[in-house]
């Protein structure tokens, strides 16, 4: 089992950048997949990037590529959301997930542990 813990979301201006972190408490880190996923008012969750055990697969929503940068440092047991020229849609609950065993892994039902979640907040 693992517990996972976000940390750095906030308020932004358009344009600006965060950096979200999960940090992983519990059974070895590189035994999961890791992904993120973000849910704004009124909508459902959706995919935004997730990164293999290793960390040398990414994969993102179309959304986001080019603008987001998932990383995970496994000796930290954390993962990381680089995120840049931020929008005002980007505005959601950002949450991460570990997926055990798995590859790159798009879809909600493939991860196993989910965190808090962590409120994004984009200005126009």
């Known amino acids: 089992q693992v517990q996972l813990v976000e940390s750095g979301g906030g308020l932004v201006q358009a344009g600006g950048s965060l950096r979200l972190s999960c940090a992983a408490l519990g059974r070895t880190f590189s035994d999961y997949a890791m992904g993120w996923f973000r849910q704004a008012p009124g909508k459902e969750r959706e995919f935004v990037t997730t990164i293999s055990r290793s960390g040398a697969s990414t994969d993102y929503a179309d959304s986001v590529k080019g603008r987001f940068t998932i990383s995970r440092d496994n000796a930290k047991n954390t993962v990381y959301l680089q995120m840049n020229s931020l929008k005002p849609e980007d505005t959601a609950v950002y949450y991460c997930?570990?997926?055990?065993?798995?590859?790159?892994?798009?879809?909600?039902?493939?991860?196993?542990?989910w965190g808090q979640g962590t409120q994004v907040t984009v200005s126009s």
């Open positions: 997930a570990a997926a055990l065993f798995r590859g790159l892994s798009l879809r909600e039902y493939e991860y196993d542990y």
